[in-house]
């Protein structure tokens, strides 16, 4: 029955191949996780730039990724590179997004707006060219819906282990590099540019890893996508509504954790008064919830199911929020519950952020039930699309607030108007834009046992043929 099942597509991994995928989000992590959480800090206390220069520059670098991401996902479909589909753009891409990586985070130029402009830009185009086949990579190894799930959870555990790293380790390591391991989140160019080289160099023998444990099984035929076009990325949007569904999701999630990511420095540093050692606590906080949750997704999903655990993660993350803003209104707030509301925060943010990862491949299969065809390229350039959008909206939201509410990046004391705007980028605007994605995921209609009847189905249909 096993043999005749994998004949079916539904594989099962070894524990070596599961940590080999989960290995490209770690490394994706290392490398882009920084860009994400810490950019706006150096552009603004490092590099010298003004908070409205960097919004301006993040909606341009978005914006182009909105038109990039179709093409991305329509070139890898009709494509077959010769080291495989989608993993063979772990190999051609990684040497240079590393580099550009390491480039945004150089200080030779500052503060050249040109300089930014081409570095991050680049930067975020070519992060596209490997997060849309890795994306993509996750349906085309097995379509059995509980591997799914246990490859979902192993790749969220790796990517939150770079997240830690980055979150946690990154202070440390430029605070390490700079010798101030004492005092507030360091501003030495030089340390910010070695640690960046770091994280990088790592995440890219990370990628050739990954590389060398995919296998890629569940695939369409090279003359079945072969007149995939840019438009379908809309047709297959129109007529998809699970994807729709998953999309919007994608955009308040993900605008969610940019505006929430990139404020922890200020609030750390401005609200709180903390050090350094303290902020890696507190960012450490963000991922540590993944070690003790991930592993438990595929029982806890068995045990409430898919939407009650949205809905119970989803919640908790909210409290958590709510938490640390009345937390951070006290005269004098206590570290100790700043780490517990981010941990109650973190764990359902984690949980909820993480398994929608999942739920991709399900709407690959519902996509070529309804249509015949696999064009798993494009369903993960469309959710890149709008995952891209979500980081859009943060990285217009946190600079403009800085902006609005007078940040001063000359010093660690604010004004009270200004430490309330870090507030609302930290607690308020992330709250409530997980009560919309409540709201949306509401509306998700792919049950397990829905999904694993239209994938037999499919698979019917290849052996009739």
């Not at 070519?126 to 799914?148: C, H, K, M, Q, W």
């Not at 060398?212 to 047709?235: G, I, Y």
């Not at 006290?330 to 949980?351: C, D, H, R, W």
């Not at 994938?455 to 009739?464: D, F, G, L, T, V």
């Amino acid at each position: 029955m096993a043999n005749e099942q994998e004949a079916k597509g539904f594989y099962k991994l070894s524990w070596l191949q599961r940590i080999g995928f989960g290995s490209g989000d770690l490394a994706q992590n290392l490398i882009f996780q920084v860009i994400c959480t810490y950019l706006l800090f150096f552009y603004t206390d490092v590099y010298g730039l003004t908070p409205s220069a960097v919004a301006v520059m993040f909606t341009v670098g978005n914006v182009a990724n909105v038109i990039w991401d179709p093409i991305v996902g329509t070139l890898i479909d009709k494509s077959n590179p010769r080291y495989g589909k989608y993993r063979s753009y772990l190999l051609y891409v990684g040497i240079p997004l590393s580099g550009f990586a390491i480039l945004c985070f150089y200080n030779g130029f500052a503060p050249s707006l040109l300089y930014a402009y081409v570095t991050y830009v680049g930067m975020q185009l070519l992060y596209t060219f490997i997060n849309v086949p890795y994306g993509a990579l996750n349906s085309s190894l097995t379509r059995d819906t509980d591997e799914i799930t246990i490859l979902t959870s192993v790749r969220m555990f790796m990517a939150n282990v770079g997240g830690l790293a980055v979150n946690s380790g990154l202070p440390l390591i430029i605070a390490f590099i700079a010798g101030s391991a004492a005092d507030s989140l360091p501003k030495e160019p030089s340390a910010w540019f070695t640690a960046m080289s770091i994280y990088a160099l790592v995440g890219l023998c990370l990628l050739v890893f990954c590389f060398t444990q995919c296998k890629e099984r569940v695939v369409m035929d090279a003359k079945d996508t072969e007149d995939v076009k840019v438009s379908d990325l809309w047709m297959e949007f129109v007529r998809n509504r699970p994807l729709r569904i998953i999309a919007f999701f994608f955009i308040t999630a993900f605008a969610m954790m940019s505006v929430g990511n990139a404020a922890g420095a200020y609030f750390i540093n401005s609200n709180l008064g903390g050090t350094a050692q303290q902020l890696s606590i507190f960012m450490a906080l963000g991922s540590i919830p993944a070690f003790i949750f991930m592993p438990l997704v595929p029982a806890i999903k068995k045990a409430v199911g898919k939407k009650n655990m949205f809905y119970l993660f989803l919640g908790a993350a909210i409290v958590g929020m709510a938490m640390l803003y009345f937390i951070a209104k006290m005269e004098n707030p206590s570290m100790m519950l700043v780490y517990i509301a981010q941990f109650i925060k973190s764990t359902g943010v984690i949980v909820a952020t993480g398994y929608m990862w999942a739920l991709v491949p399900e709407v690959i299969s519902y996509g070529e039930y309804t249509t015949g065809r696999r064009i798993s390229g494009i369903v993960n350039a469309l959710t890149g699309l709008f995952f891209k959008a979500g980081m859009t909206f943060g990285s217009i939201v946190g600079p403009a607030i800085l902006g609005f509410v007078g940040y001063n990046s000359e010093t660690i004391e604010q004004t009270p108007f200004a430490q309330e705007g870090i507030l609302w980028l930290v607690c308020v605007i992330p709250a409530a834009l997980l009560c919309l994605a409540l709201f949306i995921i509401s509306n998700y209609e792919l049950t397990d046992e829905k999904i694993d009847q239209i994938n037999r189905e499919i698979e019917a249909r290849h052996k009739s043929e």
